[in-house]
């Protein structure tokens, strides 16, 4: 078993990376994302945290298989690798579930892509992460090239992916790459906190916010203040909307939870 999957009483999928070995992403465990992403779509969970089992989170691709396979074979294989793991961010990234990473030890490579999916990314205080691909002669997987611009801005992203210089967890967090940076014996529990924070949220309005920030880069400022109009309209008719409002009105707290059943 490469990747376990869970679903808490709160609705938070416990979506954990346990191969060992620095949780290196072979076909089977880029299968095993993708049948956790899978899961956790059909489950429609309210919150997803992903973390890797050991001393790292992921340290990218599994490069001792890819080396085994002869060069007729190995990009057919690559090929297979990069379907399963994109098709398990694709999920990811449809969810209206939010998504929580805690990151320790390393993150490269396709690590560092899983790790900058997530809308919240925790950071061990002695975590590092690393681009890692053109050492190898390899180029960016799992999304990297479109989300490391995004977060950081494409000059930045260039020096990482060209140099492949390590990047420490408080320049990460100064350039925007993670969220926040916690003491290494308090990671799982400040990103837990966080997960179940976002899981007593309105499921419907974060993912119509999640798509409305990824569709920002390529919508012109017209198109997204329609876009928005549009949403809020919606959003302000649903049960989730009603329920926020009445509970605002009423000086309560909101049960997102019932109105998502009515």
């Known amino acids: 078993m490469r990747v ?13 990376m346990c191969r060992g070995a620095g949780n ?23 919150a997803v945290l992903l973390t890797g089992r050991g001393p790292s989170f992921c340290v990218g691709g599994d490069l001792k298989e890819f080396g085994a396979l002869p060069g ?5 294989h690559l090929t297979d690798v990069t379907g399963a793991l994109h098709g398990a961010l694709r999920i990811f990234a449809r969810l209206d579930a939010p998504v929580v990473a805690a990151v320790q030890g390393a993150a490269a490579g396709a690590g560092l892509g899983l790790a900058m999916a997530a809308d919240l990314g925790f950071a061990a205080a002695d975590a590092h992460f690393t681009a890692a691909y053109t050492a190898i002669g390899y180029t960016p997987d799992a999304g990297v090239s479109w989300l490391l611009p995004r977060l950081v801005g494409p000059r930045r992203a260039l020096d990482l992916l060209l140099t492949n210089r390590r990047v420490s967890a408080a320049e990460a967090l100064e350039i925007g790459l993670v969220s926040r940076v916690v003491a290494p014996e308090r990671l799982l529990a400040e990103a837990e906190a966080a997960a179940r924070t976002l899981a007593r949220g309105a499921p419907g309005a974060c993912g119509v916010t999640r798509r409305l920030v990824a ?21 302000a ?21 019932r109105a998502a059943a009515r």
């Open 72 to 76: 007729e074979r190995l990009a057919g």
């Open 215 to 235: 569709g920002a880069f390529s919508a012109g400022l017209d198109e997204q203040l329609d876009a928005e109009a549009g949403r809020l309209a919606a959003a």
């Open 24 to 46: 290196a992403i072979d076909l089977a465990t880029a299968r095993g994302l993708l049948e956790a992403a899978r899961e956790c779509e059909a489950a429609r969970v309210r």
């Open 4 to 16: 376990t999957v869970g679903v808490d009483d709160a609705g938070v999928a416990h979506v954990e």
């Open 237 to 257: 008719v649903s049960a989730e909307g009603q329920e926020g409002m009445a509970a605002f009105l009423g000086r309560r707290p909101p049960d997102f939870g």
